[in-house]
Nanobody, 119 residues
Framework: VQLVESGGGLVQAGGSLRLSCAASATTGSINIMGWDRQAPGNQRDVVAR????????NYADFVKGRFTVSRDGDKNTIHLQMNSLRPEDTAVYYC?????????????WGQGTQVTVSS
């Protein structure tokens, strides 16, 4: 599975950023996708998940009402619209994808994109 992320950067508090991730796989099918994040010295946290059909999403409490994850039709491309950003949102954001192959599910993460929110 290859995950290509884009859209990170530097923004002032209260601003917005949009992350994108395109996933591709040579075998199996990609189902659930989403975003995780990790700040220096912290554990990696789940930010958001979206189902294969894009019909169901869930979010970490710390981003509810501010972040929105979406999926392009039946494509394996997702976006994370981040509004009302706070300095504590500063982290490396990783795209997540779950591959279904046979009877098994495999988890993959992208290389990460830096999001920095200045106060």
């Amino acid at each position: 599975v290859q995950l290509v992320e884009s859209g990170g950067g530097l923004v002032q508090a209260g601003g917005s950023l949009r992350l994108s991730c395109a996933a591709s796989a040579t075998t199996g099918s990609i189902n659930i996708m989403g975003w995780d994040r990790q700040a220096p010295g912290n554990q990696r946290d789940v930010v958001a998940r979206i189902t294969g059909g894009g019909d169901s999403t869930n979010y970490a409490d710390f981003v509810k009402g501010r972040f929105t994850v979406s999926r392009d039709g039946d494509k394996n491309t997702i976006h994370l619209q981040m509004n009302s950003l706070r300095p504590e949102d500063t982290a490396v954001y990783y795209c997540y994808a779950e591959l279904r192959s046979g009877r098994f599910n495999y988890a993959y993460w992208g290389q990460g994109t830096q999001v920095t929110v200045s106060s």
